[in-house]
């Protein structure tokens, strides 16, 4: 088996490659660029190609299929990015990963408790030097209302190890876990947004999921909400946030992913202008975090991101389908 790998880092994701390399008795080849027309011959001669979050539209397949590749695998849970159905109807397969989802639950308990403690601001003015406590009150997660919006393995790590908090925990989802049901209710979704303090997002970026979170749903909830977003930037409409922000239906908003991100995060810009007036204008909120889609971003997450890319082609060749994308 020959896997070459696409927008690999050579700075955490490559040692494990070596490792699993050994591992698993594979050949590899990789770039740090991401797959494109330009590129796509650096595959040539290679069963699999390995990506992140790169956009696998029907020509950039064709010309891979072309190459000889046979398997694509995304090194990442989501695969939204890659045109599926045209994938399999030239004969490609596709498999995704799984991670510790230890790194993305903690990651969005975090932005509550920074959300809940106005912790943006209040690092900000003791930059300046101001150390008083006027306008810098939080409030307790403990005696809050959590609504969690989607119970997979991230959102059920999140309500176990939310429950160590006290806090009340509400869920909703479209299946129905039975270890989550041991500390949290299940409602409807109305009921949840409507009863929540903080609402957490962890369902898939799809068609489905797109703008669950609406004009029509910020209505419903809570005046000063808090909203995280861990998961995609698609299930929040950004304009509906943006006038609830500025009409204080929303309180904060701790978001680790926004609509537009694409052809932003994961690479340095700090010598660019930017030309996203959706970031701008939410980064001109106080009460707005903006983390560039890192709440992954773990060891342990990294090393299993690529290990199971690995594992889900050699699957794949070998009939093991249980990381395929059917």
Known sequence: MKIFFYALREYDE?????KFAEQYSFEYGFTSDYPSMDNVELAEGYDA???ITNP???EILNAFHKKGVKY???RSIGYEHIDIKYAHSIGMRAAHVVYSPNSVANYAIMLMLMACRNMPWIMKKADCQDYSLKGKVGKELSTSTVGIIGTGNIGKTVVKHLSGFGCRILA???YEDEEVKKYAEYVSFDELLTNSDIITLHVPGNAENTHLIDEAAFKKMKDGVIIVNTARGLIVDTQALIAALKSGKVGFAALDTFEGEAGLYYLNKETEKLDNDNMAVLKSFPNVILSPHMAFYTEQAVSDMVENSIKGILGLENGDNSLEVM
């Open 14 to 18: 490559k040692k494990y490659v070596e």
């Open 49 to 51: 190609i390995s990506i």
């Open 56 to 58: 696998m539209y029907p």
């Open 72 to 74: 694509i695998s995304t």
């Open 172 to 174: 909703y989802s479209c």
